[in-house]
């Protein structure tokens, strides 16, 4: 089982550019959503969603959008890339909501994101 | 390096030794709390997690403690070990994703 895949494990993006940090799931998982770690700081929600079709905004959505066509994949778009967002970016997905009785989150290996 | 360590408390522990990690939640109105563990360049990891109905639950050498009238979670390791060496963090749930509180986490380093 191949679990949470993200692609790429590193990149450098120019101020202004855009990109789609992708993000597939095996696992069947209905619950998916994106973090953002910075030095410091706990996991900050980004987006997430409940099922295809259907996303919301977490804590910090500004400059991101997403969206979530099938139950495996949920990409991540940065429309114009800005500093402000060099971060590890990670994506997670589950069988139900956190805080559900033995629902475990599984996480990808995350994104280096460099915004110069 | 990994940037996600900077400026994280480490707490350095000899091998074999137990290890106590602890975090402060802040939300009285939590009632899910779960322990992740992360390797350098890793994402995070489910450990084990306690219901506010509970002050103790037990896996495979972790222990996790719930402490509700201070707030207070520990993660206890025993016998730790170098494969342990990570940073450990807890997260507070008062109820769906948008009531998730992740910490910034304590790093452990296992002496050999």
């Known amino acids: 089982n191949a679990g949470v895949t993200q692609t790429p494990k590193f990149q450098v993006l120019k101020t202004g550019q855009s990109m789609t940090l992708q993000c597939a799931q095996d696992m069947n998982h209905e619950y998916m959503s994106w973090y953002r770690q910075d030095p410091g700081m706990g996991l900050r929600l980004i987006h997430y969603s409940v099922g295809a079709g259907i996303t919301d905004q977490g804590e910090v959505p500004n400059g991101y959008n997403v969206s979530r066509s099938t139950t495996e994949d949920f990409p991540l778009r940065l429309l114009s890339a800005a500093p402000s967002q060099t971060s590890v970016y990670f994506c997670?997905?589950?069988?139900?909501?956190?805080?559900?009785?033995?629902?475990?989150?599984?996480f990808g290996q995350g994104t280096r994101l460099t915004v110069v | 390096g990994e940037s996600v360590g900077l400026h994280l408390p480490t707490l350095s522990v000899q091998e074999g030794d137990n290890s106590i990690i602890n975090c402060a939640y802040s939300n009285s109105a939590s009632d899910y709390f779960i322990w992740y563990k992360q390797e350098s360049g890793k994402g995070p990891q489910f450990i084990i997690d306690?219901?506010?109905?509970?002050d103790k639950r037990q896996g495979q050498r972790v222990t996790v403690l719930l402490n509700k009238t201070v707030k207070h979670l520990s993660l206890q390791i025993a016998a730790t070990q170098p494969g342990d060496s990570a940073v450990y963090f807890c997260?507070?749930?008062?109820?769906?994703?948008?009531?998730?509180?992740f910490g910034t986490g304590t790093k452990l380093q296992v002496i050999p």
């Open positions: 306690i219901r506010s109905n509970m």
């Open positions: 997670a997905s589950s069988s139900d909501f956190p805080g559900t009785a033995n629902t475990e989150a599984f």
């Open positions: 997260a507070e749930n008062s109820g769906g994703y948008q009531k998730v509180t």
